[in-house]
């Protein structure tokens, strides 16, 4: 089976799995949907009160940095990461940081965090903003310059590639004081 990450639901061959301690609700809404009907399924969905559209749990995630690994200068890379999070961070800098070429670094890096350099930094970065969108009651533009992004728009499409939800959308699910309001 082919296992997607971050799906709720996947299936192949008649074989369903999904993914999470409660995303069986979602399964169950699939299977009631592909054998009953969409309406039906949405009855159930309401008297479950389950989000029926659900398909993603990205904005579940937590990205811990993925440094189970030996390879000490990419630990230093990673390390390097955290620490200037609010700075531009290229691959460059990461490899003269470390003294490893570019592309034996990039190559290192990829193999033992599965990500490449630039989806790391992203995904770091993303994981500080998510945190201080539940923690603080930052605007949008502070949180975008806390973590290293002058463009608006870059950090919003990154935002939601890595979350599946807008910035705005995510603090307002999850900032306790800002559902308040």
Do not use: C
């Not at 409660?22 to 009907?37: F, G, I, P, R, T």
């Not at 309401?46 to 990205?58: G, L, M, N, P, V």
């Not at 955290?82 to 700075?87: A, F, G, H, I, N």
């Not at 033992?112 to 500080?128: A, F, G, M, P, W």
């Amino acid at each position: 089976m082919d296992v997607q990450d971050g799906a709720i639901v996947t299936e192949e061959n008649g074989i369903y799995s999904s993914g999470g301690a409660n995303s069986y609700w979602n399964l169950l809404l699939h299977l009631v949907e592909k054998y009953a009907d969409r309406e039906i399924a949405i009855l159930t969905a309401k008297y479950f009160a389950i989000d029926i559209d659900r398909d993603s749990q990205t904005a579940f995630s937590i990205f811990k940095g993925q440094k189970s690994h030996q390879d000490e200068a990419v630990k230093k890379a990673q390390e390097y990461i955290e620490r200037k999070l609010e700075e531009r961070i290229t691959v460059d800098v990461l490899a003269d940081e470390v003294a490893v070429g570019l592309r034996s670094f990039e190559r290192r890096f990829k193999r033992v965090t599965n990500n490449s350099v630039l989806k790391y930094i992203q995904r770091v970065k993303v994981e500080t903003a998510k945190r201080s969108f539940e923690t603080t009651m930052k605007n949008i533009t502070e949180v975008m310059f806390d973590v290293g992004y002058p463009d608006t728009k870059a950090f919003r499409t990154t935002f939601k590639k890595i979350t599946g939800l807008t910035p705005i959308e995510y603090r307002n699910k999850y900032n306790k004081w800002a559902r308040m309001n």
